[in-house]
């Protein structure tokens, strides 16, 4: 740390750090971009990292995981909260009518795998996790009860009663299946919801379209489910209202009947896999207990998340690591140790089991939307990085070209990510950031 607050090129390290925003693992790149008159061929600007500290610049390394980049993911959570209410109210190239078009906000859980220690309140006050009084041994001589109030950090909260009776493989075997069986729902929802009103889904299209925008939480038990924003629109998306007919009650129904209805099966197992029993569909209002702030920090808040809170890793699982020497809870171990046995199996290969062990077998996109729902994480960077590179232009530390009639010639090199434990420190006192909670230096 004192080495490089003495550095000559401190100063210029601090503005780097600060641009990229607090990064905790900010990407060094070594290279350079020349900018050439296409007419005359002469040079007319040119950047290099020669000049920058340890010659590199350092950029932000843009992840979405709140446990690898506090800062990076802040910024994913910003830009998915304003692309989930604009799809709500309006902005962003979305019409404000919008806010009048009927719209459900809808929670799809797993089916159980076995019963788990967790944490009930009624009214304020905190009940026993399985209390009962005629509890009977399971087949592995363990009383499937517990009648303790378990604390909202209490480490046991997720784990099974009895480890043995739990079914690792069906918990797994869902998260991997879960975004096929989001897509069957969507087909179904549209059928049920063509049919309640007399049409047929190619019918429909003229006159209905449905957009949705879901994220994935993952549950102490290690299982994924989907919260998601359901929204009836005009043919023409949230430019055009819906017609009158196109009513939200019916959109409820469509939704109750298509989680019942569908169905994945993983055929070499024999195995048939669908929603959980319990469902969750509101209504967002604009004044109301629900309302598109509510609901769009709601699932902002998850889109930074992954499987952090089961007690797995932050990294793919690799051939040679020992499972019994990995740092994660034994009901975090049992459930990689499923997704590595299972991976093996001759017909299971597609579902990349082995790959995505460490998420738990889930191996989807958290954050999905429909095309038209609202505007793009794309569009939101592009007008990020637009309005900084007006910024350093108006500055004078971009010079100001004719974009028509410049050739632009860039070359990067990847040069390494992270920052020494010195350099953590002055990050964080620059950006305010907080420090990991365990030191990851270079690389």
Known sequence: MISRL???GYNRWACQIERAGGCRQPIHLRGKVEHYDQATGRLLHRYSTLREPNGVLRVACKTRRASRCPACAEVYR???YQLIRAGLVGGKGVPETVSAHPCLFVTLTAPSFGAVHTRR??????LPCHARRDAELCPHGRTVSCTDRHRVDDPCLGEPLCSDCYDYDGSVLFNAISPELWRRFTLALRRRFARLNGLTVKALREHVSIAFAKVAEYQR????????VIRLDGPDGPDSPPPAWAMADALEEAVRHAVDVVTVEVKPLSRAFR???QLDVRRITLDGDLTEQAVAAYI????TKAAECVGTLDRRIQPLDDLEALPVRDHARRLIA???????EPGLTDLGLTRWAHMLGFRGHFSTKSRRYSTTLGALRAAREEHRRTEEITTGRLPLFDEDTVLVVAHWQYAGQGLSLG???LAAALTGVPLPSAGGGPR
């Open 6 to 8: 003495h550095d000559p």
């Open 78 to 80: 910003a830009d998915t």
């Open 275 to 277: 929603w959980g029993t």
């Open 423 to 425: 350099e953590q420190l």
């Open 121 to 126: 309140e009624k009214n304020g006050k905190v």
């Open 300 to 303: 902002a808040k998850y889109a």
């Open 221 to 228: 038990r290690g299982i994924v489910h989907f919260h998601a």
């Open 338 to 344: 499923a997704c590595v046995r299972l991976g093996r």
